[in-house]
């Protein structure tokens, strides 16, 4: 009875929110079905596992960054979905991470102020697991050494600067979950799907468990923790029910739990965090939208709840910020990150005290960022106790301390605060060189907060965080009605490029079967496609098609025959029988085609490729070659023209941007676009003549984009990565509005971002997603967009695997003043109609602006010229003394006051009848004097 009434000093412990400014926003953390950590921090830095199409990404994002925020910084790294991440005790920037890949990564971040400059650096890659590593942990007193378990039903301890695994399990039973190691460094708990929780002592026999218990009896993952400087255990689990559990265990009588107490009934595996100086227990598993706050002590009954942060986020993982960035004299014992949908959100935990100076008895002595041997030393056998680091701020005690309300949540981010240790690595805990200046005070105090003079942190400046306005910034996505998809589409999966291209009146694929079939069909004639189709046979294995510009009845084919071949569309699209015969058979490559594309504003201008290096620049209407180029040393993989179609830039396998002036055959200039080996695609930005965009990889894989001016290509203006993918990505860029919009064949993402001619030069706006992967994509013309619903792209695409369906997508932007014609992002846009009639004209040396044409409908004014809006009176106003008498609530003073008001001036008249009755009688019996006779 005496310890269920135990006092505690942390009874009246408050969790409280972070004001939602001071939240991290704009989060899109990893959704998979695995029990991944998604979110893990240090002094310096928050890391998120990002949602990403392929190889796992890790967002780093500093932690003074909080608010909004742009796309951050990614790491990759992984080949597979990442499982567990920490940060080494000892350093803010090095970071672990253990994947699927049966790799364990060790990564030195750059200082946050060079995040935007400098690259993450890989350390070493730890390699011996066989399966998946489920768990890492560093060591707490030397900082070269970390513990990995696997599913492959081994314990590790590696060197981390031999890169070698130093120490290793036998197999075991079964698949390991999660690892834990004790205070001092010396022992390893480990819990494994055989229900059981193991202690490993790895430097007398890493072979074998010392001792090992039963554990939880459900069937999910279980995770354990030492209870910080006692000699205990603590996991949490689940009972054969599916109960969630908390388990305590003594490892000096490990033949069975002390205790098995019942936590809840929810489904998601639970993370515990421990905080050893206080012994304070936060539990939240993935789901969860409270965050359970416990003491623990060794004696029964061992763990009591004391309270919990309720909030509205849903938990998708959690972790704690280190002891040495809480505010101390504000009585912040701790701060839980708590990783939601698109935010993380800080809860800090406040143990209210009558007087703002530091409590010893909150904030002991904390283990320190410095190690107390080195691996060789502990590998030897050596144990060494923790050094410890003072939180007390070196300020003046106070003769008399302030007294201070309940504290509140601060409204600014903490601010780093690195103890001041000697460089040795065994500095003893009571040493001065252990102690060192507390963490000033990074948050500001609340209004109802007086902060000691003494205790008051030196000001700090907060940082604005703006946000880029952009018109186009909240795109939205949504795909057109299943009445209007056209399905049971039997697409050749076999071409190399892409399976579907369309313009304004009708679409194209490639059919399944031999020759080389090519099917066409009007985009507004829903419905399944005929099981009697026909199609354009080219004669030989569909390559490439393309559809031409200026004529929505002309398709081009080329193929392995090395032939390009016109052909014309019905006026209904639809074709009667199988078409073997071309309008034109252009002939002049020596292997087969890859690539046909169109000049913008001339006709009969073509411009293809082939495997034999070579591009060749056509007169479709004389059927013959103008001009060759024949300096590329790989496949072309595309080609764009400027604005006015007199220069062109071309894409090679081979890494190299090229610049030409297509009319004399002439190389203008060349660079190398991007490192990797997987190929990439450039767009001239639109009217910007001197700027072009590329979407390639990195060195590292990694897909990005780059934005260069045209006339010096020896580096770009400005390059940043996008995302993790195998497939190289298909850029369209719309020159009206200046928005490049990338996807990729196989996945199901459309980004888009801003072109812009000031650094960073390309903004990320936003990403839609839809809901099966895209085999083939297509952006319509603008006459497409339905400009009344401020459509400003539509996009055909061709989803899923044969049969697959066609269906199109519409992109809009959000507006209010929806019945005018919204001219500033609807600007005159490139007409069907060719600036230049013929291809001689254009040879000749003739250069001419594409026509434009105007997409306002009738009968819509322009917003420009749209009246201004009447301004709305203001909400709220003083009232006049006569309209606050009016409005003013009737009270019962007011009715008693009005009551009795009137009850007096009755009685007032009633006494002036009276008194003049009274006279007249008197003057009728003569005993009034008359007026006449007085004197």
């Keep these: 009875m005496a310890g269920r009434f135990k006092a505690s000093k942390f009874k009246n412990l408050l969790a409280q929110e972070w004001k939602k400014e001071q939240w991290y926003h704009d989060i899109r953390p990893y959704t998979g079905p695995n029990e991944a950590t998604n979110i893990c921090c240090s002094g310096s830095y928050l890391i998120v596992n990002w949602a990403s199409t392929g190889a796992p990404s890790l967002a780093m994002i500093p932690i003074s960054s909080v608010g909004k925020r742009q796309e951050p ?19 803010d920037t090095l970071l672990g991470s253990s994947s699927e890949d049966a790799t364990v990564k060790l990564w030195r971040l750059p200082q946050c102020s060079q995040l935007n400059s400098s690259e993450p650096t890989l350390l070493q890659t730890l390699q011996g ?25 081994t314990v590790k301890v590696w060197d981390m600067e031999k890169g070698t695994a130093q120490l290793s399990s036998s197999e075991q039973a079964d698949a390991l979950w999660s690892v834990s190691w004790d205070f001092a460094g010396a022992l390893l708990a480990v819990t494994s799907k055989d229900k059981k929780i193991k202690i490993f002592d790895p430097r007398s026999n890493a072979a074998a468990p010392t001792m090992e218990c039963a554990c939880h009896d459900g069937p999910k993952a279980t995770r354990v923790t030492w209870m910080g400087r006692h000699n205990m255990l603590l996991t949490t689990g689940f009972d054969r029910q599916q109960s969630r559990q908390i388990g305590i265990f003594d490892p000096r009588n490990f033949t069975k739990a002390l205790k098995m107490r019942p936590l809840d009934s929810s489904s998601g595996v639970c993370t515990p965090l421990y905080d050893g100086d206080t012994d304070l227990l936060y539990l939240c598993g993935k789901g969860d939208s409270v965050v359970k706050v416990f003491e623990a002590s060794e004696t029964e009954p061992f763990v009591t709840e004391t309270t919990h942060g309720t909030s509205d986020v849903q938990s998708k993982g959690v972790c704690l910020l280190p002891k040495t960035r809480c505010n101390v004299m504000a009585c912040e014992v701790d701060v839980v990150f708590k990783l939601g949908a698109n935010a993380v959100v800080p809860t800090g935990m406040y143990v209210p005290r009558k007087h703002s100076m530091f409590q010893p008895e909150l904030f002991p002595d904390t283990p320190a960022a410095v190690q107390s041997m080195t691996s060789a030393e502990w590998f030897a056998g050596e144990n060494k106790p923790i050094a410890l680091v003072s939180l007390k701020p070196d300020v003046p005690e106070q003769e008399e301390a302030v007294p201070v309300e309940a504290p509140r949540p601060m409204a600014a981010q903490p ?24 963490p000033q005070a990074a948050r500001s105090q609340s ?19 703006i946000v880029r306005y952009s018109k186009f910034r909240n795109i939205g996505g949504a795909s057109f009605m299943k009445s209007t998809w056209q399905e049971d589409v039997h697409a050749n999966t076999n071409v190399p490029d892409a399976l579907i291209h369309a313009n304004g009146t009708y679409f194209a694929a490639p059919w399944q079967g031999p020759g080389g079939r090519l099917v066409v069909w009007p985009i507004e004639k829903p419905g399944r496609f005929p099981t009697d189709i026909h199609w354009f046979e080219h004669g030989s294995d569909l390559v490439e098609f393309a559809m031409y510009p ?96 007199a220069l062109m830039a071309s894409s090679c396998k081979d890494s190299i941007i090229r610049l030409w002036d297509p009319r004399s055959s002439t190389l203008a200039r060349e660079g190398v676009a991007h490192e990797g080996a997987k190929g990439f695609q450039v767009q001239w930005a639109g009217k910007r003549d001197t700027t072009l965009v590329t979407v390639g990889f990195s060195k590292s894989s990694e897909r990005q984009w780059a934005v260069w001016d045209s006339r010096d290509l020896s580096k770009p203006l400005g390059r940043s990565n996008i995302d993790q993918g195998a497939t190289m990505l298909t850029a369209h860029y719309d020159p009206d509005l200046n928005i490049l919009m990338t996807a990729a064949r196989g996945e199901s993402t459309f980004k888009f971002f801003e072109i812009v001619e000031e650094a960073p030069y390309c903004h990320f706006l936003t990403e839609f997603t839809t809901s099966t992967p895209s085999a083939g994509f297509e952006v319509l013309p603008k006459r497409n967009c339905n400009v009344k619903n401020c459509e400003i ?33 609807f600007p005159p846009t490139r007409s069907q109609e060719p600036a230049i009639k013929s291809a001689s004209e254009w040879f000749g040396g003739a250069t ?64 002036r009848e009276t008194l003049e009755e009274k006279r007249k009688k008197e003057e009728a019996d003569g005993w009034a004097v008359k007026e006449d006779e007085w004197d």
């Design 793 to 825: 792209f539509q996009v055909i695409r061709l989803s899923g695997m044969p049969p697959a369906t066609v269906e199109r997508v519409s992109f809009t932007v959000p507006r209010t003043r929806m019945e005018f014609f919204q001219d500033d992002i």
């Design 73 to 91: 910084k990614m790491l990759h790294g992984h080949s597979s979905p990442l499982c567990d991440m920490a940060f080494s005790p000892f350093e």
């Design 848 to 911: 001419k602006e594409p026509l434009i044409v105007s997409l306002q409908p009738a009968g819509l004014t322009p917003l420009s010229q749209a009246p201004q809006e009447e301004k709305a009176g203001p909400k709220y106003r003083l009232l006049t003394e006569e309209e606050r008498r009016e409005q003013r609530e009737v009270t019962r003073e007011d009715v008693l006051n009005g009551f009795f008001g009137r009850t007096q001036d009755y009685k007032e008249e009633e006494t």
């Design 447 to 465: 209004p109802s907060t007086s902060p000691a003079p003494a205790a008051t942190a030196q000001p700090t400046t907060k940082k604005l965080n």
């Design 129 to 153: 697991h066989k399966r998946k590593v489920d768990s890492i942990a560093f060591h707490p007193c030397s900082a070269a050494v970390i513990a990995s378990v696997s599913s492959d039903k």
């Design 550 to 645: 200026f004529n929505d009845r002309l398709v081009f084919t080329g193929g392995e025959d090395a032939h390009i071949k016109m052909w014309e569309i019905p006026e209904d699209g639809v074709l009667r029988s199988v078409v073997k015969n071309p309008v034109s058979d252009l002939s002049g490559h020596s292997r087969r085609v890859t690539m046909i594309s169109f000049h913008p504003s001339a006709a009969n201008v073509m411009i293809s490729s082939a495997m034999d290096f070579s591009m060749k620049l056509w007169d479709v209407e004389k059927c013959e070659v103008c001009r060759e180029f024949d300096q590329h040393k790989d496949q072309v993989n595309n080609v764009s023209w400027d604005w006015k179609g």
């Design 415 to 438: 601010k780093s605060a690195t103890p001041k240790l000697s460089p040795s690595p065994t500095v003893s805990p009571a040493s001065p060189q252990a102690r060192s200046p507390s």
